[in-house]
């Protein structure tokens, strides 16, 4: 049960993103308030409307977004949430947040954010072993990042092997687990 848990969950831009709707649905229906903020690329995945109506708050996406009162999102979100739960978490975004780069919405969360961090993989077999990949992944490991593994199966890519994103109901099992 997640009950009054705040999750903040990042939307990275990946094919897995599709599966974040259903994601949201099942964490809330645990009990857990959410939040979402997404990568530029992640919206070409899943649109903010679907996120919004689901999650029932806006979808932080943009940095730089005109505000009508000064409030910095990937600040007051950090501040606001229990836990960050990235998933899709691509290649990509697992490598800015190994080395620290913070050029986008959910890269610039991550680095505010002190709390409780779950990162689900989502990528090519191939790129999930690549050794650049792997050495991210032990990178964020170090600093307490929890990994929620990917599963093995067919990739949307047509390939067979470990690197789907695990299934929400295995994410939500994991983090109630994880945050009790």
Known sequence: MLKGKKILLGISGGIAAYK???LIRQLMAEGAEVRVVTTQNALWFVTPVTLQT???????????????QFNPEHISHADWADALLVAPA???????????????????????????VFVAPAMND???????????????????????????????????????????????????????
């Open 54 to 68: 689901l999650s029932r708050n806006k979808v932080y996406s943009e940095v730089f977004e005109p505000v009508s």
């Open 90 to 116: 691509t290649a990509n975004i697992i490598g800015k947040f190994a080395n620290g780069i913070a050029d986008d919405a959910l890269s610039t969360t991550f680095l505010a954010f002190d709390k409780p």
């Open 20 to 22: 974040c709707p259903e």
């Open 126 to 180: 191939k790129m999930y072993e690549h050794p650049v990949v792997q050495r991210n992944i032990r990178e964020l490991r170090a600093i307490d990042v929890q990994f929620i593994e990917p599963a093995y199966g067919e990739l949307a890519c047509g390939s067979v092997g470990k690197g789907r994103m695990e299934e929400p109901e295995n994410i939500v099992a994991f983090l109630e687990d994880a945050l009790v």
